[in-house]
């Protein structure tokens, strides 16, 4: 199975920051990735697929960047409704597998 | 708008079967392939099973396969997952969600929407 590894698991934020969230594939998975933000107690939206695509309706303030085993996901100016935990997910080769998540919190 | 809605979830002991089941609207269900994802209390996301368009492909992962079975009844805009031999690991939500893909540089899948979950607790 592929491993995908976040980094970092956590990390604390004003409004108005650029924030980055990496993840890391055991193997390559070419652009098979995609980000997901989850909210307490709400279901897991799409944000980014296929590395860098923005899902219709995601603010463009949000990006996803990377190829291969390398991937980011970065906020360039962060706003409140943005605090919440995020997820990378590859489905290069099943069982389709996620990252353990980056919670981003108010600092 | 696209709704998924899943029930069936509850309290069951151990080595228990329960049936979850997922309903479809706002979209043409037979032209989607669909996921079960679980997420255990305060942990991370876990795909658990996959089904394509019309049933004729399915995956499962190692810590479910044998014990779990995603089926769909494309009639009903359903998707099901039968689950036996319930251990207490797996304790969770469990949400239905639409996968769809992309063809730009491969085939490319993503879950595009998602039920809000049933909850599964297996206790003694």
């Known amino acids: 199975d592929i491993q995908m590894t976040q980094s970092p698991s956590s990390l604390s934020a004003s409004v108005g920051d650029r924030v980055t969230i990496t993840c890391r594939a055991s193997?390559?998975?070419?652009?098979?990735l995609n980000w997901y933000q989850q909210k307490p107690g709400k279901a897991p939206k799409l944000l980014i697929y296929?590395?860098?695509s923005l899902q219709s309706g995601v603010p463009s303030r949000l990006s996803g960047s990377g190829s291969g085993s390398d991937f980011t996901l970065t906020i360039s100016s962060l706003q409140p409704e943005d605090f919440a935990t995020y997820y990378c997910?590859?489905?290069?080769?099943?069982?389709?597998?996620f990252g353990q998540g980056t919670k981003v919190e108010i600092k | 708008e696209v709704q998924l809605v899943e029930s069936g979830g509850g309290m069951i002991r151990p080595g228990g079967s329960l049936r979850l089941s997922c309903v479809g609207s706002?979209?043409?269900?037979?032209?989607?392939?669909m996921s079960w994802v679980r997420q255990a209390p305060g942990k991370g996301l876990e795909w658990v099973s996959g089904?394509?368009?019309?049933?004729?492909?399915?995956g499962y992962a190692d810590s479910v396969k044998g014990r779990f079975t995603i089926s769909r009844d494309n009639a009903k805009n359903s998707l099901y997952l039968q689950m036996n031999s319930l251990r207490a690991e797996d304790t969770a939500l469990y949400y239905c969600?639409?996968?769809?893909?992309?063809?730009?540089?491969?085939?490319?899948?993503?879950?595009?929407?998602w039920g809000q979950g049933t909850l599964v607790t297996v206790s003694s």
């Open positions: 296929a590395a860098s």
């Open positions: 089904i394509n368009w019309n049933g004729g492909s399915t």
């Open positions: 193997q390559s998975i070419n652009n098979y």
């Open positions: 969600a639409r996968e769809d893909i992309t063809m730009v540089r491969g085939v490319i899948k993503y879950f595009d929407s």
């Open positions: 997910q590859q489905t290069y080769s099943a069982p389709w597998t």
């Open positions: 706002g979209f043409s269900f037979d032209d989607y392939g």
